[in-house]
């Protein structure tokens, strides 16, 4: 297996100035964080008429643990379409330290297909993810300095507040807490509990913002609760959208690094897709479109979380155009996974398994002939797929009439993409576009989300208790039915089960909570067990991540 770390010590990489020259921004206008990375202010490049690139949306099908390599496929991808004499740019999320210390590891790609400088990257990069927690923090502070000061009968009711704590790490002991408690001085005790950061409302708020004042404005509209007479409550009624704002503005600046190939790559915000609306800022999306030919951007997990949320949430903002063509990564290892082979059995040949595990592909491949774009299925190479396996999913992919390609950007960089880029040309220039949203705002709250559980999970229906009925309800009496619903379940599965595999038919999707997102413009729909602060696995990452006594650091994937 091929050590991520080893090839990018082997590449040279090139300052800054030179990424930005091939994008045409001058060196005066880069702020930079060492040599090889700088934030871009993006007033001067979105001036003016818009410079339509074409924008290229990468998603997957549902992954197994260790994901299906959508991160390295869209950097591959960008590289490849560099070599065929496109002006290309990869478009990325920033990544969470909550799985680079858990599960998943980093996220800045692998093999030779990734960006830099990784480490950096995979760290602290340049603090956009900490303004975000700042900034989601102040809120919670100022909401409880208001409580101990009103007391029971002012602004809020203590009992209502929604608006909990964030941190951009794995803690499971911190999904509820109760605060306030030693007496009067230490506030109103209450029970309350944290989030991760790439989940909170301020980093869905971060990417759906066109500039810094509809930032402000959005930030402005945030609930937070219920006054005592049960009318909702806003962060700008604690005047806390400045401030918030303040610890923002910087961050709002996309971040310019680069591929071990020299392709550039603007990597800017990070929400989470099984749990938020999972795509990098419409900022840096757009700032890209104007500076490339081509923008290579991804979606978090499959096309049932990451690309039916860019779908309907990302593309209503209007901030961004729909993709001109979509990329449907798939393994054969996730393929024998959901065809009923055990995880730690994947690596082994399973030919029938392949062909069983199809169905879950086959529904991502219904799920985006939904939305009307044309797209084409990467067949993400690792190092233990056979010649049998790979065969049998081209035939299978090919016999249903769906473009597809093999990828080995892994092992192979951009020039094992080149099939890929020159499909996803065609794609373009030869299938005919039609996009629709999946369901009109028109429809009531409750008819978004049996549209989503019908049409793109499979599902046969949606049951919830009276209660959170009632809370969606009134979600809708107070004025915001005509939002977009962002469903929060697991990536493991298309159905809220993680644990039915394959593609689950006759199942009933099961809402276990919603609440109000008015500041990022969505109401979020909780289904199953999903947890908006994960925990660490049995064994995190963090346990084999060090650094040597001369700053190197070690074990970071």
């Known amino acids: 297996m091929v050590n991520d770390m080893d090839i990018a010590k082997k590449v040279k990489i090139k300052p800054i100035e030179v990424i930005a020259k091939k994008l045409g921004i001058e060196a005066i206008d880069l702020e930079k964080y060492g040599m090889y990375k700088a934030k871009v202010s993006p007033e001067k490049i979105l001036k003016g008429e818009d ?175 219920y006054s005592p007479d049960k009318k909702p409550v806003f962060a700008r009624e604690l005047k806390a959208e400045g401030s918030m704002a303040a610890l923002l503005k910087d961050a709002l600046k996309p971040n310019l690094v680069q591929t071990l190939e020299g392709t550039p790559a603007i990597i800017h915000g990070g929400p989470f897709a099984n749990i938020a609306h999972g795509t990098n800022s419409v900022i840096a999306t757009r700032m890209a479109l104007r500076l490339a030919d081509v923008v290579v951007t991804e979606t978090g997990f499959g096309s049932d979380l990451g690309a039916e949320k860019f779908f309907d949430i990302v593309v209503r903002t209007g901030h961004i155009p729909p993709p001109d063509a979509c990329v449907l990564v798939a393994t054969l290892r996730a393929l024998k996974l959901h065809g009923g082979v055990r995880l730690d059995k994947v690596i082994q040949e399973n030919v029938e398994a392949v062909e069983k595990g199809f169905a879950n592909l086959q529904k991502h491949i219904e799920n985006l002939r939904i939305f009307g774009i044309p797209f084409v299925v990467a067949l993400n190479r690792f190092p233990s797929d056979t010649e049998a396996e790979i065969k049998k999913c081209l035939d299978i992919c090919r016999k249903g009439k769906v473009r597809v390609a093999l990828s080995e950007v892994y092992t192979k960089g951009g020039m094992g993409g080149k099939e890929l880029a020159q499909e996803v040309l065609k794609a373009i220039e030869e299938d005919g576009s039609s996009f629709q949203f999946l369901y009109p705002l028109e429809m009531t709250l409750l008819e978004k989300i049996e549209a989503i559980g019908k049409k793109i999970y499979g599902a046969a229906s949606v049951a919830m208790e009276g209660k959170i009925k009632r809370k969606i309800l009134r979600i809708e009496r107070e004025g915001f039915g005509n939002l977009p619903v962002c469903i929060a379940k697991t990536q493991y599965s298309l159905s809220d089960d993680d644990e039915a595999l394959g593609r689950p038919r006759d199942f009933t999707l099961i809402v276990t909570d919603a609440s109000l997102s008015s500041g990022a413009g969505f109401v979020v729909v909780y289904c199953g067990d999903i947890m908006t602060m994960p925990g660490l696995p049995k064994v995190p990452a963090a346990e084999r991540i060090d650094v040597t006594d001369d700053e190197e650091i070690t074990g970071l994937s």
Not at 150 to 173: E, I, N
Not at 181 to 191: K, S, V, Y
Request: glycine letters at 14%.
């Open 51 to 225: 410079k339509k690139g074409k924008l290229i949306m990468v998603t997957a099908m549902t992954p197994t643990p260790a994901g299906e390599g959508k991160t390295t496929t869209s950097i591959g991808l960008a590289d490849a379409l560099s070599g065929l004499g496109k002006k290309a740019v990869a478009a990325l999320r920033e990544p969470s330290l909550g799985p680079v210390f858990g599960m998943k590891g980093g996220a800045t790609g692998g093999g030779y297909a990734q960006v830099a400088p990784r480490e950096e990257i995979n760290l602290h990069f340049t603090g956009d993810i900490h303004a975000i927690t700042a900034a989601h923090n102040l809120l919670a502070a100022m909401v409880d300095n208001r409580l101990h000061f009103d007391g029971a009968c002012g602004l809020l009711d203590s009992r209502t507040v929604a608006w909990k704590r964030v941190m951009d790490m794995d803690d499971r002991v911190l999904r509820e807490v109760v605060i306030g408690i030693g007496g009067p001085l230490r506030g109103i005790a209450r029970e309350t509990g944290f989030d991760i950061t790439a989940a909170s409302e301020i980093m869905a708020i971060f990417c759906l913002a066109e500039n810094l004042k509809d930032l402000k404005e959005r930030l402005g509209n945030i609930f937070i609760g």
